[in-house]
């Protein structure tokens, strides 16, 4: 953490302090609520400026959300009956698609993995390094992805102990043969989770290893023909992958963080400052999803409207197992009814609250594989990004009583022992063995 007198990557003061005055300005909108939407949530398209905007999302079981707000008609109940939910051929395709806007008939938010709102904010993955000022503005869910690996790796049975393919990838490499840990975009979640999982071995994931950008729906066939020896992704394709036989999962990420943040609902900045109502309209029918996605007794009819051939064209086989908790990892072994399911909601919305210090680690696991340097300034960049004060009003709209508050969940504590304190990222990454910050 920097201290007052350096800028943040990407950020200057005068940003800051606009940042400082949205949230005031946000107090204002949240007191005003009840005028603009006198009717309730049903007479909301009243306050709205618009009838709707295109959200983009990835064929993964945690864009749910947006998928069951669209077709139990929850955008149109908010006054949103033009709402759009389009699908992206990849995480690069979605960037591309949020730097155009709708207005260069592009998108203007989106499904997204929860670092790109810091990346794309500050430029570190835009086109010329050009900010593209994000806000995240809910979680979508927690836990359920998977790191799975090749059965030329079958005999070693790994877990979520990685270390014992230290030996294999080094006699490997030493017979000229090239190794590949695949992920799905430079600096988000799914790097993020192999890195930590290799490195937690012993494995550097820069050095021993390269590591290779490949979209969640291609994950299986190019497992298949032997082009990687183990990747990092969302549900249902771990799952997919067990099914044909081709790989087993080594860990899910909820083994190495348990309730771990995943993607989140992320909109420009722009398109939020002008639309105040209709975003918050948009937050309240996604939060009325999550509730329905979070019950158990909603999972079967869950997995059946997100297989569907217009969302994910994929069977319900491969995505009801591990939305329910029940895991075959393959390579014979299983667990059934496991806490290991993907969260939605929570009790008063733990889940979708987007914690403050959540982001922090986000961002410090960046600064560690050079993503960001190492001076960047957490908090300011945080405080920039993430819209808590919008998660409260849109609470209330949809009528939570119970809402979750707070900016902070506390320390967290990963599979290996490591401890994330918020309130001192530095301390955390300086004890990291494997890293790339001079720090």
């Known amino acids: 953490m920097t201290n007052g007198t350096k800028t943040p990557t990407g950020f200057n003061r005068r940003d800051f302090l606009k940042s400082t005055a949205s949230v005031a300005a ?65 995480w690069g395709a979605t960037r591309d698609n949020m730097a155009l806007g709708t207005k260069a008939n592009g998108i203007d938010g989106a499904h997204l993995l929860r670092p790109k709102t810091h990346l794309y904010s500050t430029g570190a993955v835009m086109a010329n390094k050009q900010p593209l000022p994000m806000y995240t503005l809910l979680n979508l869910n927690e836990d359920c ?66 590591t290779i950008v490949v979209p969640p729906p291609q994950m299986v066939a190019n497992m298949k023909v032997g082009n990687m020896d183990c990747f990092c992704v969302g549900e249902p394709w771990n799952e997919q992958l067990v099914n044909q036989g081709i790989g087993y999962t080594a860990t899910t990420t909820g083994e190495i963080w348990f309730n771990h943040p995943e993607k989140v609902l992320g909109m420009r900045a722009d398109w939020v400052d002008a639309n105040p109502n209709a ?44 939305l329910k908790g029940d895991i075959n990892y393959g390579n014979g072994r299983t667990a059934a009814g496991t806490n290991l399911y993907m969260k939605f909601w929570g009790k008063g919305g733990t889940v979708s609250r987007p914690w403050k210090s959540l982001d922090s680690w986000f961002i410090t696991e960046n600064i560690r594989w050079g993503k960001f340097a190492p001076d960047t300034d957490i908090k300011a960049l945080v405080d920039k990004t993430n819209r808590s004060d919008l ?12 809402a979750a508050k707070g900016d902070s969940r506390g320390v967290e504590t990963f ?23 001079a720090v």
């Open 415 to 437: 599979f290996d022992g490591m401890k994330f304190d918020p309130a001192d990222p530095m301390a955390y990454l300086k004890a990291l063995k494997i890293k790339r910050a």
């Open 391 to 402: 998660w409260d009003a849109a609470a209330k709209l949809a009528g939570v009583t119970d």
């Open 279 to 322: 975003t918050l309209a948009i937050m309240a029918a996604v939060m009325e999803a999550q509730m329905w996605c979070d019950k158990m007794e909603n999972k079967q009819e869950l997995a059946e409207i997100v297989g569907k051939r217009q969302w994910f064209n994929v069977p319900v086989a491969d995505i009801i197992g591990r």
């Open 26 to 90: 946000t107090a204002a909108l949240f007191s005003s609520i009840k005028a603009a939407f006198p009717g309730g949530a049903h007479a909301a398209g009243a306050g709205v400026e618009v009838k709707g905007t295109k959200l983009g999302y990835i064929a993964l079981t945690d864009a749910a959300a947006l998928i069951v707000a669209k077709e139990k008609g929850l955008f149109d109940k908010y006054g949103l009956p033009e709402m759009e939910i389009l699908k992206q051929a990849s």
């Open 145 to 210: 992805q998977g790191i799975s690996v090749s059965n030329e790796y079958k005999d070693l049975a790994i877990g979520k102990d990685s270390s014992p393919l230290k030996a294999a990838f080094a006699k490997k490499k030493a017979e000229g043969k090239e190794l590949t840990a695949a992920m799905t975009f430079p600096g988000g979640t799914h790097d993020l989770w192999i890195r930590y999982w290799l490195a937690a071995g012993g494995i550097d994931p820069d050095n021993d290893i390269k």
